[in-house]
């Protein structure tokens, strides 16, 4: 009966280098979120992955993000040539069915500073 | 400005008074939601409201939302400690939009 899971909890990072953060979502959740969430300010919406469906990557800052999810199961986000404005945390949501209507669960997040 | 903006952005209030937050947006929405987060953890879901509701009851909870005036509110009745949080609210769209947040400190 596990919620959302993320790894790592942390991460520190040097400018230019690339990261990737995973994400477990609650079993048979076909939907899965990405979210940054900067100090101090809300969430920012990445990319939504739903079932079979071709990925809403309209979030994506920069072409340096990118996300993959195999089938229904673990999501990873890459980030390449880290920045330090990538320095945030980054939370991981899943949920049952259609985004519309249906509560999310979050995952604890990474928190991802770039020195 | 961006959609689901709280107010106030600070609270600080006793045990067993009553906390209201105040959330705006700007376009129509399918429906509204309010999360909280204590430090260093994950979001929690706490309420949604649908945009053909008015109010809501969870508990100690009431949410309501004026469509008409693009608004809603979030009451927390006889506070706790507990409860001290910061709490957002995200209106849904097609795409979930979360504001910055309230701080709620609730003083023992």
């Known amino acids: 009966g596990a919620g959302v899971s993320q790894s790592p909890s942390n991460k520190v990072t040097e400018k230019g280098k690339d990261v990737e953060l995973r994400c477990d979502p609650i079993?048979?959740?076909?939907?899965l979120y990405w979210y940054r969430q900067r100090l101090g300010q809300g969430l920012e919406f990445l990319i939504y992955?739903?079932?079979?469906?071709?990925?809403?990557k309209s979030g994506l800052p920069s072409d340096r993000f990118s996300a993959e999810r195999t089938g229904e199961s673990v999501s990873t986000l890459t980030i390449q040539r880290t920045q330090q404005e990538d320095s945030a945390v980054y939370l991981c949501?899943?949920?049952?069915?259609?985004?519309?209507?249906?509560?999310?669960?979050f995952g604890p997040g990474t928190r991802l500073l770039v020195l | 400005s961006q959609q689901g903006e709280e107010d106030p952005q600070a609270l600080s209030i006793q045990e067993g008074e009553n906390a209201t937050m105040n959330c705006s947006y700007k376009t129509s929405i399918n429906n509204l939601q309010w999360y909280r987060q204590n430090s260093g953890r994950g979001l929690v879901h706490l309420i949604l409201?649908?945009?053909?509701?008015r109010e809501k009851h969870s508990g100690r909870l009431r949410v309501t939302l004026d469509t008409s005036k693009k608004s809603s509110s979030l009451l927390i009745t006889a506070s706790r400690a507990a409860d001290t949080a910061s709490y957002f609210c995200?209106?849904?769209?097609?795409?979930?939009?979360f504001g910055q947040g309230t701080i709620l400190t609730v003083h023992p």
């Open positions: 409201i649908r945009s053909n509701e």
């Open positions: 995200a209106t849904d769209n097609g795409k979930l939009t």
């Open positions: 949501a899943s949920s049952h069915r259609d985004r519309l209507q249906e509560t999310q669960y």
């Open positions: 992955f739903q079932g079979n469906s071709a990925p809403d």
């Open positions: 079993s048979g959740h076909t939907a």
